[in-house]
């Protein structure tokens, strides 16, 4: 066995097709960013007022994932803090940043205040006070200085899905309350329907300005591409036709340039473990099935518990049928709950929490009807056999079951 490991690990240190992987990472970030010129200036000319010490407009940034909207949003944010100082009113200028998919952060009204607090350079107990005084910690600190403060809020949608609108009228209702500071909020969300989702009074709120970002197309892949691709990989690693075919994957999925990365990146990766000296078009075909698997693990990790205890209910049922109906999940689903002594949802939404499962391409539900006993639907588990387990045993760890 040592000497098979002496093997491989030789190998890794002497056949690597990279240069420098990192560059192929979503959490690089590249000097320029191809083909988004027209959106880092609309998003310059809305922040750039805050460098006068004014607040600036809300700002709510759309686009499907990987269209490069955080990146965008990072860009300009760095070139502001590079020119921000005190302005002629003694006004500092602080941006903070926070990923709203990120679980034990913001899946409440309390830990997205505790973060940004934190952030600041406060601190509360994880757990413990009322949300009012959190507020009124909050408060505290951004009112020592005279400041502009920024709160870019990523994938704020999750947020929202997980705790309410609430938190947000609530920041936003906190500048009635301040002398020396001013809080303004960029959001950026995948949904292209997110503001208009929200109660009418936060709407009003919040929505001032609004930017959307087209998915890229082939040819733009194909650029973004073979820029980063120069930076990550050895010269001649890579087979004439796998950029297309990368470009090609990813244009097909709403033009994720994340998507393409991840798909060259996982590709080069499974060359080298098989010890060829470039990256071929199979490598391509093999990154996509094992991303896609990985992705489907992503997203049951990321859920809210209401939408797991739901999936649960569904594999639970999918170990004795491969055809499942609407009522009966909502009867394993009230099963489940009573174990995990969870609130308990309408069966209506738990339907709706199915159709968001199935337009995630994680369930397929058929509408059915039944005659005189009405309608239901016929549900099938989308998740591929060799990860079935893997899925059941995130739910089951993040449930507690």
Not at 101 to 129: F, H, S
Not at 173 to 200: C, K, M, T, V, Y
Not at 301 to 307: A, G, H, L, V, Y
């Amino acid at each position: 066995m040592a000497v098979k490991l002496d093997k491989i690990f030789d190998s890794a240190s002497k056949n690597s097709l990279f240069k420098n992987k990192f560059v192929l990472q979503s959490n690089y970030s590249p000097e320029t960013i191809p083909h988004r010129d027209k959106e880092i200036e609309q998003i310059a000319s809305i922040l750039a007022p805050s460098l006068r010490g004014e607040k600036i407009s809300n700002l709510f940034v759309y686009g499907k994932t990987g269209t490069g909207k955080t990146l965008s949003v990072h860009y300009v944010k760095d070139e502001l803090l590079k020119r921000s100082g005190s302005n002629a009113d003694g006004r500092i200028l602080k941006i903070e940043y926070l990923n709203c998919k990120l679980r034990k952060v913001a899946d409440t009204e309390y830990r997205i205040l505790a973060e940004l607090i934190k952030k600041l350079g406060g601190e509360v107990p994880a757990t413990g006070l009322p949300t009012d005084q959190v507020y009124n910690k909050f408060i505290d600190l951004i009112e020592k200085e005279k400041q502009v403060l920024i709160l870019v809020l990523d994938e704020v949608d999750q947020a929202v899905k997980k705790i309410s609108d609430n938190f947000l009228y609530n920041l936003t209702r906190l500048n009635s309350e301040l002398a020396n500071a001013q809080i303004s909020i960029i959001g950026i969300s995948n949904d292209l329907r997110f503001l208009d989702n929200l109660d009418p009074r936060v709407r009003s709120s919040l929505g001032e300005e609004e930017i959307v970002f087209p998915p890229y197309n082939a040819l733009q892949l194909k650029d973004i591409l073979k820029n980063r691709s120069e930076e990550a990989f050895n010269q001649g690693a890579i087979c004439e036709g796998v950029i297309e075919k990368c470009a090609a994957f990813a244009a097909r999925e709403h033009g994720d340039a994340r998507r393409a990365l991840d798909l060259l990146r996982v590709a080069g990766e499974i060359a080298e473990r098989q010890g060829d000296s470039q990256i071929k078009l199979e490598h391509i075909d093999m990154a996509n099935n094992k991303i896609e698997r990985d992705k489907i693990l992503d997203v049951i990790e990321t859920e809210p518990k209401q939408f797991q205890l739901v999936l649960l209910s569904i594999l639970n049922l999918s170990k004795n049928s491969e055809k499942i109906f609407t009522g009966e999940v909502y009867r394993e689903y009230q099963e489940i709950c009573r174990k995990v002594r969870c609130e308990l949802l309408t069966q209506r939404r738990v339907s709706s929490i199915i159709s968001e499962f199935d337009m995630l391409g994680i369930i397929n539900a058929k509408n059915l009807s039944r005659g005189s006993y009405g309608k239901t639907r016929e549900i099938r588990s989308q998740i591929p056999n060799e990860i079935v387990e893997k899925a059941e045993a995130i739910l089951k760890n993040s449930l507690n079951l």
